[in-house]
């Protein structure tokens, strides 16, 4: 998920560069939304593997 919002992010800095505006804009969007979800699932993991418990086997 995070490469997703780098590629959006790259797409968005290449798309402003040219002039294209209004894709650039669509484009952050689009990645900070991927980024958002990508963090939030990454905080719900992080809490679910604290509240079992259970320690990873080496």
């Known amino acids: 998920m995070l490469r997703w919002a780098g590629i959006f992010f790259v797409i968005a800095i290449i798309a402003a560069f040219f002039g294209?505006?209004?894709i650039a804009g669509a484009a952050i969007e689009v990645a900070k939304f991927i980024f958002y979800i990508f963090l939030i699932l990454f905080v719900i993991s992080l809490v679910m593997?604290?509240?079992?418990?259970?320690?990873?086997r080496v």
């Open 20 to 22: 294209f505006i209004g």
């Open 49 to 56: 593997g604290l509240v079992s418990g259970r320690t990873p």
